[in-house]
Nanobody, 126 residues
Framework: QLQLVESGGGLVQPGESLRLSCAAS????????IGWFRQAPGKEREGVSC????????YYADSVKGRFTISRDNAKNTVYLQMNSLKPEDTAVYYC???????????????????WGQGTQVTVSS
């Protein structure tokens, strides 16, 4: 069974950066498409960015396009989310998820199913 653990969250000021990591165990990461999702208080969970098994295809929500970059290192069994120019509206609990999906768009459009981490809090505030 694929197990995922997120890290790298924290409190930052608007305009600053954070890099989230999603470390996998139990199964080799390259068997799964991986996505980053987030859930803010009172809001539904949403797909932020997703990456194909090889890393060659990526998807970004419009709200983060140009600011966030997803990448994966299958040799290290880890997926990253580099978040730059953070805004207060990026504040949320960020989760990584892994499952078998047909496309990166499909992966990001379904905020349930597969294996999930416990989440890491990102707070952007001055």
């Amino acid at each position: 069974q694929l197990q995922l653990v997120e890290s790298g969250g924290g409190l930052v000021q608007p305009g600053e950066s954070l890099r989230l990591s999603c470390a996998a165990s139990g199964r080799t990461l390259d068997s799964y498409m991986i996505g980053w999702f987030r859930q803010a208080p009172g809001k539904e969970r949403e797909g932020v960015s997703c990456i194909s098994r090889s890393g060659g295809l990526t998807y970004y929500a419009d709200s983060v396009k140009g600011r966030f970059t997803i990448s994966r290192d299958n040799a290290k069994n880890t997926v990253y989310l580099q978040m730059n120019s953070l805004k207060p509206e990026d504040t949320a609990v960020y989760y990584c998820a892994g499952r078998l999906a047909t496309t990166v768009q499909a992966m990001c459009s379904i905020p349930y199913g597969g294996s999930w981490g416990q989440g890491t809090q990102v707070t952007v505030s001055s």
